[in-house]
């Protein structure tokens, strides 16, 4: 009636309305109205021409109910106007939740999410991944442990892998053993400094020591 679209009127022109009174008078259908009104305005606003459902929007709205059944009763009412379920998610989880709703609920979205198949094929997946990580740790502290993987040998092959492959991390473990003066660089106890003294520090998780200076 006429006082129910004054309601309405004022609620979609407000940012903050009260609407009251006793059962019967209106206040789910023009909560409804309300939100029916939004949810076209905004498909309107995106340039979509007469907003045609389901609106694929920037629109959110969050709807507070005190009790389950006046939850389900609002978002039925959402659907018998045209508003349609797969825009909009039912949290909280009840056993009377209305027949209608139950595949909206965000514990059954999430349950069917995948398929059977996506299921066993994801938990494969899972088990490859763990299986990988542990291999992948056993190598590193095998790595760690041992003396090669940090030797002058083993950086000559690193070296000329990193030249052709990754020059950005060749150029940061490159030692120049040779000054600009033509004098040689020296590391630890004045010692000549090796080729491999900056891959030993990384591998060793070190910074790049007496080389830190001046960068």
Known sequence: GGTEEGGLQVGVGSQVVLVQGPPGT??????????????DAD???????????PAQNRL??????YTNHALDSFLEALLDAGIPANK????????????R????????LEEAKFTPTENRAFAGLKQQQTELEV?????????????????????????????????????????????????????????????????ERWCNGQDRGILQEGE
């Open 135 to 199: 291999k992948i740790e056993d190598l590193r502290c095998l790595f760690a442990q041992s003396i090669w993987g940090r030797s002058l040998q083993w950086w000559q092959s690193v070296e000329s892998f990193l030249e052709d492959e990754d020059y950005e991390a060749y150029e940061q473990l490159k030692v120049d053993r040779l000054a600009v003066d033509g004098f040689q660089v020296v590391g630890p106890h004045s010692r000549p400094m090796e080729a491999n003294y900056l891959w």
């Open 26 to 39: 209106g206040k789910t259908y023009i909560g409804v109205q309300m939100v029916k009104a939004m949810v």
């Open 43 to 53: 498909a309107q606003q995106q340039g979509r021409g007469p907003p045609v459902y």
């Open 88 to 99: 909009f998610i039912r949290l909280g989880n009840s056993p009377k939740i209305s027949e």
């Open 60 to 65: 959110q709205i969050l709807c507070l109910c």
């Open 101 to 108: 709703l139950k595949p909206r609920c965000l514990r059954v």
